[in-house]
């Protein structure tokens, strides 16, 4: 008999249907049994009344373990006090496997001890709802700029040089002559094909060797980015507004069930709407030293800064012209004070800090490679990216945006960790 998955048991109520998946959990009071069951789109409580099952089917049932792989039949039926509004009234059961002791159960268990069997933990409710949140943040990323006249281009993983500084790269031997290193960022790609076909985006994996432990850092992380010919700083804030008002919408329209498994605050999402407030950097750090944090002028913001920041908010806050001396080589320069950058930075609410970086890139050539001996980057592994300003250059700009980072705001957690099939941390390579 054909599958029927619990996401659609409501259009077979009364029908008899094969439910194939998993023991989630299962109680059993004499005459009666109650088998929860997942098949990866939802989770069903079976009921099995001893009378109405064959001996053989109530002795197999009695041999099941959490996480046993099973295939049933039975009548769904409608139960305002079932946890998914129906129950299944079992009437056959197909053991395929009895699970061994499954090592994660209801009890708690520790952090480091989840993350090594996260192959396993990706089964449990509360993870489950996060990756269902993280498939709908990026089909709602691809939707709003397929939509809007971004074409996807990929960009390479094996890069030459350094994207975003010298000091977070992960470098590889490329057949021994030569080095690669994993890209940081698809953004000096971006630039090329943005000049080729006008707004562009990539989205892919991206990699930094940052040897840091906080809640907001992967060394392996997804990051979509899109870039604009003829567009300026103020195009990149409107397009960072647009395009997280889209998404958080996208979510509440339909992920209300999984934001209910994490306990999301729906009302905090509900006020993300355009216009976001903007920020100058100056105007950040008076209001940092107003908060009586220490800070001096000049510095990039940590985060405990951001955090502050963000916390005076009910929606993503923008704060651009950073300092140049913070900010990557390729940072425009604002006419009226050329020590600021044409950069943004969104910090989301709820002190969850920052998620997007972008700006306006160098225009000049001659700027440009003076930047790039500030940075001590070897300019012959670029020259390709400075052709960009010899031949038809125009203003340009772009963001990225850390796909992580957004899920893990939009789902109110505390970490990054989970937010990802299988995190790549300072510590963690495994599973
Ligand atoms: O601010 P970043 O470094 O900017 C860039 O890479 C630009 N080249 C993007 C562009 O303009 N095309 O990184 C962009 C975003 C951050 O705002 C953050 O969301 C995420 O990438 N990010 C990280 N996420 C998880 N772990 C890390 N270690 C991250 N580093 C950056
Ligand atoms: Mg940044």
Same mark, same amino acid.
């Given at each position: 008999m054909r599958q029927t998955y619990i996401k659609e048991i409501a259009k077979h109520v009364g029908e008899e249907v094969t439910i194939k998946g998993w023991l989630y959990n299962i109680r059993s009071s004499g005459k009666l049994m109650f088998p929860q069951i997942r098949d990866g789109s939802g989770i069903i409580q079976g009921v099995v009344f001893k009378k109405a099952v064959s001996e053989e089917t109530w002795k197999n049932f009695e041999l099941l373990t959490q996480e046993s792989s099973i295939v049933v039949k039975g009548k769904p039926r409608e139960?305002?006090?079932?946890?998914?509004?129906?129950?299944?009234?079992?009437?056959?059961?197909?053991i395929v496997q009895i699970a061994q002791d499954y090592p994660i159960t209801p009890k708690e268990h520790g952090i480091e001890f989840l993350m090594d069997h996260r192959h396993l933990w990706l089964r449990s409710r509360r993870q489950q709802a996060i990756l269902r949140i993280r498939a709908e943040i990026i089909s709602a990323v691809r939707t709003f700029l397929d939509d809007s006249g971004f074409v996807l281009c990929d960009s390479p993983i094996?890069?030459?040089a350094a994207c975003e500084g010298t000091t977070t790269l992960f470098e590889c031997d490329y057949f021994g002559d030569e080095k690669a290193y994993l890209t940081q960022s698809g953004q000096l790609y971006n630039e090329a094909t943005a000049m080729a076909f006008g707004r562009v985006y990539c989205f892919g994996p991206t990699f930094r060797a940052e040897k840091s432990k906080t809640r907001r850092h992967l060394t392996e992380f997804w990051m979509v980015e899109p870039e604009m010919a003829y567009a300026d700083l103020e195009d990149v804030m409107n397009l960072a507004e647009e395009f997280l008002s889209y998404i958080v919408a996208r979510v509440l329209d339909k992920r209300q069930e999984d934001l209910k498994v994490l306990e999301r605050d729906i009302s905090k999402l509900e006020a993300i709407k355009t216009p976001f407030p903007r920020l100058q950097y100056d105007d950040a750090v008076k209001m940092l030293k107003e908060g009586g944090l220490e800070f001096e002028y000049g510095n990039d913001f940590g985060s405990p800064d951001e955090t502050y920041i963000s916390q005076k908010y009910d929606r993503p806050v923008m704060v651009h012209r950073y300092p140049a001396k913070v900010k990557a080589f390729y940072m425009e320069s604002d006419q009226e004070n050329p020590d600021l950058s044409l950069s943004v930075d969104v910090l989301a609410p709820e002190g969850y800090g920052e998620i997007i970086g972008g700006?306006?890139?160098?225009?000049?050539?001659?700027?440009?490679?003076?930047?790039?001996?500030?940075?001590?980057?070897?300019?012959?592994?670029?020259?390709?990216?400075?052709?960009?300003?010899?031949?038809? $250059?125009?203003?340009?700009?772009?963001? $990225?945006?850390?796909?992580?980072?957004?899920?893990?705001?939009?789902?109110?957690?505390?970490?990054?960790?989970?937010?990802?099939?299988?995190?790549?941390?300072?510590?963690?390579?495994k599973p």
């Open positions: 139960d305002s006090r079932a946890p998914g509004g129906y129950e299944l009234d079992i009437t056959e059961l197909e094996f890069t030459p700006g306006q890139r160098m225009f000049s050539l001659e700027k440009l490679r003076e930047r790039i001996a500030e940075h001590n980057l070897d300019e012959a592994s670029v020259d390709w990216y400075l052709d960009l300003r010899k031949y038809g $250059g125009v203003p340009h700009a772009g963001f $990225g945006m850390g796909i992580e980072r957004c899920v893990t705001w939009i789902c109110g957690i505390e970490h990054v960790r989970e937010t990802i099939p299988f995190p790549r941390m300072l510590y963690r390579l």
